[in-house]
């Protein structure tokens, strides 16, 4: 469903992705792991088409969307759901607006309608009686809540999930886990989850991709990743300051 | 000696590499400009969007046009009489402030206004969703950032300059007749008379066909700052003055050629 092959991106002198390689099976549940600055935003922002490679490619069910026109890409979108980082919120609209966009822009809904949908999706993702606050209201865990609602209001295939746990406290960063492992047994979607939290990777993976160095080091369920014998992989997922992950100006 | 040759010698490598960038930027800007009339033609249409950017950009300015307008319709009376009584000329202040207010200083002041607050508030406000991702969030919503964000604030533009300036010609010659005959002292029906004899509709139509031309230039220069703004907080403040700067120029520069085309 979405293969990602031999991707290179630079920025300047500095290569982020230096030929990674990953597949993701449709209904799957791929989380990627890696250091942070390590490019998993790069990664992410490839496969829904922000960001073209320098070299290699980015497939969609077998379709290069590089040779897409452009009318066929924004067709493509309305099959994506994607959750950002820092939420990116429209700051000029209303929380349930952010919410609906999509089912008023595209589904063609009345504002009564959209909105009703827009406070059920909120109430999935834990937020009750927001509706009518700006985004400027909200702290940074809310913000980020919204931005999941937004990305799942308009029932996507594919979702795209940069840190949805981060910045959540462990209760309500384990309901947003059971929330997107509902979204994938409900509505099967196929998605990408990039996380630090290794908890939340093993509860919502079928599969783990580790990237490192602008590669992908090792795929694998959670289980062989638990197990792995790889030595980076290995320190990542223990959090330790010591081995082969060396990190800059920091003498361990 | 050799100093100053060294001195110029820098100089013109800054000039030249200023035009280059100039130029690189000047080739972007046309780029987006065609992309923002593509968008413009196709549906859907932006209604909301659009009806909001005219209140912004014209409701929003009309104070400060109407105000800049009257006092310069009343300096101009004002310095036109006494140096127009050196040599006996008094009678004509009606005729140069109507001619100088329509042809010139309405279209160009609006602009230089709607620039710095309209074109400003465009860089910051399309710089701000840059760095934080929201242009990014409406592609993932499979809204065309530009159909949706830059279309609406061009058609504001080109509709609501030309909108101001008929107001501020209006009160600009009211503020010369004001001065001209409560402060000067000139006799009301002859002021009247002698400010509409030698005005003809062209000078009014071409001060607008101005005011359209700066109005598009405002609104893509400023969409295009804050569209492509990059590095943070820093990076909306350095596109929202580089928007104003550019706008500016544009407009003064353009002036002198459009003039010189329709004014013939
Ligand atoms: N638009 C851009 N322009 C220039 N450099 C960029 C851009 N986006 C990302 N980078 C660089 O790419 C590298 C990887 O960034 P990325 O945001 O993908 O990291 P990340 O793995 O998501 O980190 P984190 O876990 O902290 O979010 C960084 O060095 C960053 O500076
Ligand atoms: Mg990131």
Redesign the interface.
């Known amino acids: 469903m979405i293969e990602i092959v031999n991707l290179h991106k630079s920025f300047g002198k500095n290569q982020v992705l230096r030929g990674a390689t990953l597949k993701v099976e449709k209904g799957e549940s791929m989380v990627v792991i890696g250091g942070s600055g390590s490019g998993k935003s790069v990664l992410i922002?490839h496969i829904?088409g922000?960001l073209k490679p320098d070299e290699g490619s980015v497939m969609i069910d077998s379709v290069d969307i590089a040779n897409l026109s452009?009318n066929e890409r924004?067709?493509t979108?309305?099959r994506?759901?994607?959750l950002?980082q820092?939420a990116?919120?429209?700051?000029?609209m209303k929380v349930w607006e952010n919410v609906a966009?999509?089912l008023i822009?595209?589904g063609k809904l009345k504002d009564k309608e959209a909105k009703e949908i827009a406070v059920e999706k909120l109430r999935a993702v834990g937020l009750v009686g927001v509706e009518d606050l700006m985004p400027s209201e909200l702290s940074g865990g809310m913000k980020k809540r919204v931005g999941l609602a937004?990305?799942i209001a308009h029932s996507p295939e594919i979702l795209l999930y940069d840190e949805p746990t981060t910045g959540l406290d462990p209760i309500m960063a384990d309901a947003i886990n059971d929330l997107i492992i509902e979204m994938k047994k409900r509505l099967s979607v196929t998605s990408v989850a990039i996380t630090h939290d290794m908890h939340s990777a093993y509860k919502i993976a079928d599969r783990i991709a580790m990237l490192y160095e602008g590669r992908i080091v090792q795929t694998g369920t959670p289980d062989e990743i638990r197990n792995t014998d790889n030595a980076i992989v290995r320190q990542f997922i223990t959090g330790s300051a010591v081995g082969p992950i060396k990190i800059e100006g920091v003498t361990a | 000696m050799i100093r100053l040759i060294e001195l110029i010698g820098r100089f013109v490598e800054i000039l030249w590499s200023t035009l280059m960038s100039f130029a690189r930027e000047l080739g972007k800007i046309l780029l987006l400009l065609c992309a923002t009339m593509k968008q413009l033609i196709l549906p859907p249409f932006e209604l909301k969007n659009t009806f909001k950017q005219i209140i912004e950009v014209g409701i929003k300015s009309l104070p400060v046009v109407v105000i800049t307008a009257v006092f310069t319709g009343m300096v101009l009376a004002l310095q036109s009489y006494t140096g127009f009584k050196r040599f006996n000329a008094e009678v004509l202040v009606g005729t140069v402030v109507a001619l100088s207010i329509t042809r010139e200083l309405g279209p160009v002041l609006t602009g230089l206004i709607v620039a710095g607050r309209a074109g400003a508030a465009m860089a910051a406000e399309l710089g701000t969703m840059r760095v934080t991702e929201q242009i990014d969030a409406l592609e993932t919503l499979a809204t065309n950032p530009v159909k949706y964000l830059i279309v609406p604030r061009f058609i504001a533009g080109v509709i609501m300059l030309p909108s101001l300036t008929i107001v501020a010609d209006f009160v600009g010659i009211i503020g010369g007749y004001f001065v001209g005959v409560t402060v000067l002292g000139a006799n009301s029906s002859v002021y009247w008379k002698r400010t509409w004899d030698y005005l003809e509709i062209t000078d009014i139509y071409n001060g607008l066909i101005k005011a359209c031309f700066f109005g598009a230039s405002i609104a893509i220069i400023s969409c295009y700052k804050g569209f492509y703004t990059e590095g943070g907080a820093e990076g909306v403040g350095k596109a929202t003055t580089g928007a104003v700067v550019l706008s500016s120029m544009t407009i003064l520069i353009s002036d002198y050629f459009l003039s010189a085309w329709l004014f013939k």
């Open positions: 922002k829904i922000f452009e924004y067709e979108r309305k994506f759901g994607m950002f820092m990116a919120l429209f700051d000029s966009f999509a822009r595209h937004r990305a």
